[in-house]
């Protein structure tokens, strides 16, 4: 008798998964593989830390010695950003409500989906280049690439913002007789104002990013010159530019929130 | 407090046989079919008296919310005709329907107020219909309707609330707003979907006094859905139960016998 297993009193609360075991397994047998067929040996990775150190050596103390050249790309980089992101702001609030499937039928929003999977399938130093042979070298290159970027970004962030709208509220004031730009200004847009400014910072904060990089293909801003230190193999410039990037990326933060606070009524 | 108008006025059903041509809607043979086949309103007629509160009654799912909203085409009918100041709102365009709709006042369940606009805001977004777009984003209402706005504010007793933000409101003051929403657009009809299902017993008989009051003042006719027969009964001049897409009691409160409920709800052991 007592060898027999008890039964069991109650069902079994938790039933072993088979596929999502599966998939673990195959993930793990996936990294081994790729891990053994890049040779990441462990002399490789001493071998690494080696060039690491001199790199680092080379790098200290930053120059600033050249500060106007670096003030120069800063100051361009951040007016690109600012410039690219209002750009892609105003472009974004009309796509994405064309774009928004609980406000606009069918044939409208497909379109308008479309126009932002192309913005967003490329990375913005892609389109960088592309714009650089189209309108030349130069910071519009570099706002217009950027602009691309935001409207791919903020229209899918803001279409699916007024997609998760109440409709109860859009039923109320379409209720009242209220023309479709009231129903947009009285119903859609203040349900969903507040995610948009968040939204719109974030971008604000990526495009100051992407604007030292679209330097380094011809689109201005503080890339440019980043890119031809690099090649000059003059790190401590090198690291200088690093430093201001960080500081300017910060700076950009501190602008950001105090704006979100401005608007957090 | 002024004499309830229901009590005053003579029954309007009645009233509206005697001037057949004095009725402020009138409803033939409505069917609304979300699914093919399946009917939710089977031929529903009505004709609504110039005045008074006409109370629906009826289980969940009956269509009470269905045959509301059909009246002002926020759910499009099947077949059948609805007649509203002379025109037959079912074969309305789409630009004649908004000027129509301007003339129908809604208050809702869940008050649907926009939460995030002001309560002056929310009371004058009952003018949208005669404001041009341009004009209403940059809040430039003429001065008469903002005048409006915080009388009607001050009928429903929220005249220090104007500048707060519907979402700042307890229930009832937001059903109060939602009234008063609908009455800044001088409506000919109110409409009312269960203006008291998320309110609790006291707020309940509150808003529907206030109600009551306010279109009676203002002589503007008023549906009701409601859960409520006790309330229903109390404030309404005329009962319409509803039961299964069909009207199966239509007459004065004092004529809903117990026999009558359960016809419409079905079942007696819920009424002892």
């Known amino acids: ?83 690219a992101s209002a750009l892609g702001i105003a472009l974004s609030l009309p796509v994405s409500l064309l774009a928004a499937r609980n406000l606009m039928p069918g044939w409208v929003t497909w379109p308008a989906r479309m126009l932002m999977v192309v913005c967003r399938s490329f990375h913005p130093v892609i389109v960088a280049i592309v714009f650089v042979k189209a309108v030349g070298f130069g910071a519009l290159a570099g706002i217009l ?57 974030y971008e ?43 500081a300017l990326i910060i700076a950009g933060e501190i602008l950001t929130n105090s704006v979100k606070r401005v608007f957090r009524a | 407090m ?31 079919e979300y699914v093919r086949g399946q ?16 109370a629906i009654i009826g289980p969940s799912g009956t269509g009470k919310s269905t045959l509301i909203r059909c009246i002002n085409r926020l759910v499009e009918p099947t077949s059948g005709e609805i007649v509203f100041e002379g025109r037959s709102l079912t074969l ?54 903002v005048t409006e706005a915080f009388s009607l504010l001050e009928a429903v007793g929220l005249a220090d609330y104007a500048q707060q933000r519907a979402d700042s409101l307890s229930g009832g003051q937001r059903q109060r707003v939602g009234i008063a929403r ?19 017993p006291k707020t309940s008989v509150e808003v529907m006094t206030l109600m009551q009051e306010l279109t009676f003042e203002r002589g503007i006719p008023t549906i009701v859905n409601i ?5 229903a009964r109390r404030f309404a001049s005329r009962m319409v139960g509803l039961s299964g897409g069909a009207v199966v009691f239509d007459g004065p409160p004092e004529a809903l016998s117990e026999d009558h409920l359960k016809q419409i709800y079905g079942g007696e052991d819920w009424l002892h």
């Open chain 2, 182 to 200: 609908a009455l800044m657009q001088r409506p000919k009809l109110l409409l009312a979907d269960e203006p008291t299902s998320s309110l609790d």
């Open chain 2, 92 to 145: 309305l365009s789409r630009r004649s329907l908004r000027v129509v709709r301007r003339l129908i006042g809604m208050v809702f369940q869940e008050y649907n107020l926009v939460e995030r606009l002001t309560v002056i805001e929310n009371v004058l977004s009952g003018r949208l219909g005669y404001v041009s777009p341009f004009k209403a984003w940059l809040r430039r209402f003429p001065p008469d309707d």
């Open chain 2, 39 to 54: 009917p939710v309103l089977k031929g529903i007629s009505l004709t609504i008296a110039p005045n008074g509160i006409t």
């Open chain 2, 227 to 231: 859960h409520n027969v006790d309330l």
């Open chain 1, 204 to 246: 604000l904060d990526a495009n100051l990013r992407n604007s030292t990089m679209v330097g380094i293909v011809g689109a201005g801003g503080i890339g440019g010159t980043l890119f031809a230190a690099f090649q000059r193999f003059d790190y401590d410039f090198v690291c200088a530019i690093i430093v201001s990037i960080i």
């Open chain 1, 145 to 201: 690439a950027l602009t691309v970027a935001s409207v791919g970004f903020l229209g899918k962030l803001f279409t699916e913002a007024i997609e998760e709208i109440s409709l109860k509220q859009v039923e109320a004031v379409r209720a009242t007789g209220a023309p479709f730009m009231s129903v947009i200004a009285y119903g859609v847009l203040p349900q969903v104002f507040a995610r948009f400014i968040g939204f719109a910072s």
């Open chain 1, 1 to 83: 008798m007592s060898a027999a297993p008890p039964a069991l009193a109650h069902p079994r609360a938790f039933v072993p998964n088979w596929p999502v075991r599966l998939a673990w397994i195959v993930l793990a047998l996936y990294l081994a593989y790729a891990l053994s067929h890049l040779e990441l040996t462990p002399a490789r990775f001493l071998a690494g830390l080696e060039f690491g150190r001199n790199f680092l050596a080379k790098l200290f103390p930053p120059d600033f010695a050249r500060w106007e050249l670096l003030l120069k790309g800063l100051k361009e980089s951040l007016e690109m950003a600012v410039l």
């Open chain 2, 2 to 32: 002024t004499v309830p108008a229901s009590r005053a006025a003579p029954h309007p059903v009645a009233a509206s046989i005697s001037a057949p041509g004095a009725a402020a809607l009138a409803i033939r043979n409505l069917i609304k």
